[in-house]
């Protein structure tokens, strides 16, 4: 039995848990630091770090007690250090040594994005590589071949934005909220998803990449003409439209590479995993294709440490742990680990 801390400092959100054997979930924490970062429409780095700073440490503490263990229990701290902003990475790295070094414990380092894809082991108990991953977030968008649980490649991805990066910015030119992919989703609903005709791009001669940055020009000039003209747009049809742009980019493609594969299994990870659109989307494509389809419950799609623990185990399992000099990076190839 392996009971392993997990840390999760990598952008505004601060998390702490504590996971057994890569699939059971004893605690999760996840403090959000939104309501300050609101304020300035977007993440600004020196305040989420300084709040990772302040919050790590009662949230880790919380973490075991809830768990119902001692801390001199757990078996190893398992931390993400990559990929994100770098002085928020860097506040979860240092406080995982410190941990590690103090009870004496294996330090796992864990890539954010192989986190993501773990959480769908916590909804999924059967679920077992191989399998095909849609990787949708805030700053990653690919199409992952996970062979096994740590040997990994990208099939494809996007050659600009990532999908979230443009919910996020299209949501903010609305003046809806940030971040823009929940309430572009809430909004969704009941809109009319052919009312406007926004462009789903192909990259030619690389049939699983994507690129976003058109659809995120052609949305803002829709914006700014309509206001322009002084025309009132029609919210919920235009946030359907939207949706339905990005669900065709992306659930075509991953369907494409599980045939490429012929793994048969289908997995999402990431925050836009969320998307009410683009779960549906893949189950109705998924049911004509005859591909298995691992949805991670709504509550691990974002940001959080249970993934990393999960991931963490399995890390472990691979002899993935680091050495005292462990380093935390802004961006680093996840084929890597
Ligand atoms: O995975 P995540 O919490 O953080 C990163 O690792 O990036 O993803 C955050 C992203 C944001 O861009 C957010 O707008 C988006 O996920 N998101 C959604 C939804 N919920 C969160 N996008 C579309 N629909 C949603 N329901």
Redesign the pocket.
Known sequence: MMNILAIES??D?TAAAVVRDGRTVLSSHVSSQIEMHTIYGGVVPEIASRKHVEAISGLADRAVSEAGLTKFQLDAIAVTYAP?LIGAVLVGVNFAKGAAMALDLPLIPVH??RG?IAANYITHPDLEPPFVCLC?????TAIMDVRTYTDMAVLGGTQDD????C??KV?RVLGIGY????P???LAQGGDDTKYDLPVPHVSGAELDMSFSGLKTASLNLIHNSEQKGEALDLPSFAASF?RA?SNSLVPRVISAAKMTGYGKIAVA?????????RADLQAACAQSGDRLFLPE?RW???NAAMIGCQGFYEFQAGHTASWDLNAYATRDIALG
Do not use: L
């Open positions: 990598s952008c959100d994100g954010h994005v993501h949708v977030s805030g700053g990653t990532a999908a979230g990066e919910f996020d949501a971040p823009g992919g929940a572009m989703d809430k949706g990005v990431g925050g836009v995993a969320a998307n009410r659109r683009i709504p799609c974002g940001d």
